[in-house]
């Protein structure tokens, strides 16, 4: 099995970890509104549900990435190990956010994204 391709699901069920994140312990969750919910949240929910939108963001590009590195025949080793180090880096952004710890999450964000620009340059041979 590609190892890359574990990396995408791995990346695309990461949002669903920091929903959990930010409903844990369901203090007067309303699942009628769970969106309003969480729009009321603070602390370390609020910075959850944020994570989470920002993973749903982050996912296309990094998968899209995978595919198209992939269909370039780029080598597996090395979409792998981009692939790694994305899902690597958006585990750190998450704890980052969850624990508040702004300048760290950022570079997490950054080589998280830096990663998936590898994927493109290997794709278009750079």
């Not at 296309?60 to 981009?82: E, S």
């Not at 690597?88 to 702004?102: E, L, M, S, T």
Request: proline share 2%; aromatic share 14%; glycine share 8%.
């Amino acid at each position: 099995m590609n190892k890359a391709f574990l990396c995408v699901l791995i990346a695309g069920l990461l949002p669903y970890v920091c929903a959990m994140v930010a409903k844990w312990g369901f203090q007067k969750f309303d699942n009628h509104n769970p969106r309003q919910w969480l729009a009321q949240q603070t602390g370390f929910r609020a910075r959850g549900n944020a994570a989470q939108a920002n993973s749903f963001e982050a996912f296309p590009f990094f998968a899209a990435g995978v595919i198209i590195a992939t269909l370039a025949q780029v080598d597996a080793a090395r979409i792998d190990l981009y692939a790694f180090t994305f899902v690597a880096a958006r585990v750190g952004f998450i704890i980052c956010y969850v624990a508040d710890k702004a300048s760290l999450r950022s570079l997490c964000w950054l080589v998280g994204l830096l990663s998936v620009v590898g994927l493109y340059a290997a794709a278009l041979g750079l």
